[in-house]
Structures are given as C-alpha cells and as structure tokens.
C-alpha cells in the first residue's frame, strides 16, 4: 500500500527537517509533499489524496484545526499528526474531537515523532481493505509475499485464432487456447481484475457470435449471464472454470443441434411440403438459421440436400394421389406444392420413370 503523507508548516525550518530527515524510505513511505500554510495545504489535498497529514496547529489564513475539519469534509479516513510549540488545551482539546492520530510537542524531537508516524502508518495499513487483485488471483487478504507487477494483454492473435477454431469446430485447439491464456494470466498478478472481467466477455463472445449463427438456443440463453453477471465472480479461478464450462458446453450443444437441424428440416418439409412458395430460404428463416448453413449442416448429416428431400417428399405424396383419385393432373401438382403441372410432370418422371399418366394406369391396374 503506497501512502502519502502532507507536510504543512508556516516555518521553513521545522518543514524541512521534517522532509529532509523523517525515515520515509525506511517507514515505506514513497510518496511526500510539503506546503508553507493551511490553504496551500487545502489546494494540494484534492488531487495529492493524503493518507496522513502533519500540520502545524498554529497557522496564519488557517490553522491546523480549521485544516482538518476541512480536509475530513473529502477523506473522512485521513489520519493527522498536530504539531505545536504552544501548549493550549484548547487545541488540543479540539484536536481530541477531531480524533487526530496524535499530538507532538515542539521543538521537533525526530525519534519521538518517527516514532509517532510508524504507529499511525501502522494502523493506516490495518484499517486499509485488502488488495482487490490478492483476493482476486490469490482469494485470500492474507499473504506471505507481495504480488508481482506483471501485466497480461489479450491479443488479437488469440482473438482470431480462438474464433477460427470455434467455426472450424476444432474443440480440442479451442480449448487448449482457452488453458493457454489462462495460463498466461495466471502468472500476471499486475493485471486489474477489472480488465480481466472485460476480457472474458471478449473470451465468450465468440461462442456466442457461434450459436447465433448455428440458432443454438440453448447457449444463447446464457448469454446475458455469460456477459454482464458471470465476469463479476469474485476469484479469478472461477472465472477459469466458468470459462472452460462454457466451451464445453458450446461444443456438447453443436455436436446435438448437428443431429437435431435435419429432424427439424424433415418435420417442417412434412408439414409444409404442400406450400409452393417453400424454399430453402423460407424453411431457414422459420427455423432460425441462415440458409447457407442449414444447406452445409443438412446435407453433411443426411447425405442429401434439403431440395432433393422436399422433391421426393413431394413425389412420394403424388405417387399415393395418382392411383386412387379422378383429379386433374394440375390438380395433383397443386395438392403436393407445384403450381405449374408441366414442370410437375417433368420432375415425377425423373424421379420415377414413369408420366403422371403412366404412373397411374400401371398402379390402377395393380390395384
């Protein structure tokens, strides 16, 4: 914890013994600043934030009370150390209701008040909250050695390759990547855990970016959580999990939806076969895919493309109308989605061999 400490006196010589010749190396002190009266004091606290003030009491323009009465107004938690050769009870009195960390006598005796700021240092350092990054990478206020200063930067690099193995679906490169850059910032403890928080959103962003192009409805569900509740864990190991979890269950989601995508196309085609403004585009749309990626995941898990099965669903309907009923061809092209019965009787001879008109002599007869 680097404290600062404000040093303000009238009297040129007492402030720089005290800058000068106070142990602030030693006391772990880095940061010292010196002002020559209360109000030059007041304009440093604002942007200076002292930790401990030593101030005289007994100042022209301000005094050290009226100093500290203003100063508690912005850092309530301020410590301050009063100096003053006059021993009035008034101040001193004023300084007990301003709960001063302590009063010292002057002439400076530099042991007595080196003595007087190690204590105050000391209960600065108590009443301090702990280090947001120890709880965070080490989940603990307590440790045996300090935090290293190390700093991780997500790159673009990992970036891209990270989304190019999840569109590749390569889920063993993705998540060795993912262990990889945890890893990685594992070591960091110099990184802000409000960075990394950022940088899992980027993590799991891609996932997401997944799912709503392949519609897996079920990780999309999650995405609020994964975005704006799941960063805000309190250690960073959870974050680890939290992250290896979400690209298992991407993949374990992407395996099943790859199976489920062609039950769904074939449903839908049964039920709408009979629409002849069905197409590709239409069944993609009413199921929630972009049409070139429900085209590549159809014919990769049925071995046929999604025209070729609406066809033969198409025929195979016209082959059970055909024999039994009295309908004008046109009519039965109409009933099984063609609205032009020319093109109608060119596809069922294709896929049969046979005219409309044979089809139904043959099977009328056997029938």
Known sequence: MDLKILIVDDEAAPRDILVNYLPFGELGIQSVKAAGDGESALAEVPNFLPDIIISDIKM????????????????PECKFIFLSGYPDKEYLKDAIKLKAASFVEKPIDLEEITE???????????????????????????????????????????????????????????????????????VCEGTEPAYIRQMFCQ?????????????????????????????YTAYLSELKTLLYDTCSEFFRLLEAERYDAVESVNLYLKEHFADPELNVQKIAAALGFT????????????GITINQ?????????????????????????NQVGYSDSRYFAKVFLKETGLTPKEYRERHRHEA
């Open 291 to 302: 049409h070139t990626y429900l085209c590549m995941l159809y014919k990769k898990n049925s």
């Open 309 to 333: 099965q609406l066809t033969a669903i198409r025929i195979r309907h016209a082959r059970t109308i055909l024999p039994h009923t009295e309908l004008k061809l046109y009519e039965v092209a």
């Open 116 to 186: 007087t700021l190690r204590e105050v240092i000391k209960e600065c350092r108590e009443q301090a909250p702990p280090d947001p990054r120890l709880l965070f990478f080490r989940e603990t206020a307590e440790t045996d050695r300090p935090l290293n200063d190390a700093v991780y930067k997500l790159s673009n690099e990992d970036l891209t390759s990270l989304s190019s193995n999840i569109l590749a679906k390569n889920r063993q490169e993705a998540m060795l990547l993912l262990h990889r850059i945890m890893n990685g910032l594992t």
């Open 60 to 75: 022209p323009r301000l005094n050290g009370i009226e100093l500290a009465k203003r100063v508690r107004g912005l850092l």
């Open 203 to 231: 993590l799991v962003t891609p996932f997401l970016t997944a799912a709503k192009d392949r519609h897996i409805t079920e990780f999309l569900e999650k995405g609020d959580y994964l975005l704006y509740e799941a960063p």
